[in-house]
């Protein structure tokens, strides 16, 4: 069993920036991908960031060229930087393990983004 423990969520004003964090509770081998879902109010989860053990990463049209995932290897430790920020970003965003037959997901961190 792996545990997902996700940080940085907030409110920020239009415009801004967050950093979400996600740091399993071991360190992962194998093939996998670390994605970022989120989910706002009335709205199905989407996957926002996706970054595969072989280092191919996507994202959603909706975030691309403001939001950058990356890991740290040594901190064992996927980061979800979030720039120029928007209202509708606002949603909880859950780190997600996916290695293909399980998936993990953390406990979701709140974004408000909001004047």
């Known amino acids: 069993q792996v545990e997902l423990v996700e940080s940085g969520g907030g409110l920020v004003q239009p415009g801004g920036s967050l950093r979400l964090s996600c740091t399993p509770s071991?360190?992962?081998?194998?093939?996998?991908?670390m994605n970022w879902y989120r989910q706002a109010p009335g709205k199905q989860r989407e996957l926002v960031a996706r970054?595969?053990?072989?280092?191919?990463?996507n994202y959603v049209d909706s975030v691309k060229g403001r939001f950058t995932i990356s890991r740290d290897n040594a901190k064992n430790t996927v980061y979800l930087q979030m720039n120029s920020l928007k209202p509708e970003d606002t949603a909880i965003y859950y780190c997600?393990?996916?290695?293909?037959?399980?998936?993990?997901w953390g406990q979701g961190t709140q974004v408000t983004v909001s004047s």
């Open positions: 071991a360190r992962i081998v194998g093939i996998y991908a």
């Open positions: 997600n393990l996916d290695m293909s037959k399980t998936q993990y």
């Open positions: 970054r595969t053990s072989g280092g191919n990463i």
